[in-house]
């Protein structure tokens, strides 16, 4: 997983110009073991670390565009870059798991039950696998 952002983090952190930070191979490998023993459902991918909530975005659609297409982002929230560069300038292992519960670029939104029931899986997954740690 690769988390890619358009702001400053890790200049401001390190003074180095970074736009993207993998998450810990370890780590995603173990969730990975986690979500196929559970039977929970998952999907690996790569996010766009914002610093505005998409919701209060005026034209988020024109912050899609400016996402660079050859990184394969599938959606985004707003801490896992500033975790991912922290966790790698201090020599530490990240790694994040998201449920994405509305799209404004999509226009759709889960129901209570659906959010309810993809929440309780991440909650699940987070648990089991840091058994494992």
Do not use: W
């Not at 899609?64 to 300038?89: G, H, Q, W």
């Not at 999509?106 to 740690?133: C, G, H, P, Q, W």
């Amino acid at each position: 997983m690769k988390v890619t952002q358009d702001g400053n983090f890790a200049e401001n952190m390190s003074g180095e110009k970074c736009d993207t930070v993998l998450a810990s191979s370890i780590l995603n490998e173990k969730i990975e073991e986690t979500a196929k023993e559970q039977n929970i459902q998952y999907v690996k991918t790569n996010v766009a670390c914002t610093e505005c909530f998409d919701a209060y975005m005026i034209h988020p659609e024109e912050y899609v565009k400016r996402l660079p297409k050859d990184k394969n982002i599938t959606c985004s929230e707003m801490e896992a870059f500033a975790l991912f560069y922290t966790a790698k300038m201090l020599g530490k292992e990240a790694a994040c798991l998201l449920t994405v519960v509305d799209s404004n670029c999509k226009k759709e939104v889960l129901t209570t039950e659906e959010r309810e029931k993809s929440l309780n899986d991440m909650i699940r997954l987070a648990l089991e696998t840091a058994i494992k740690i």
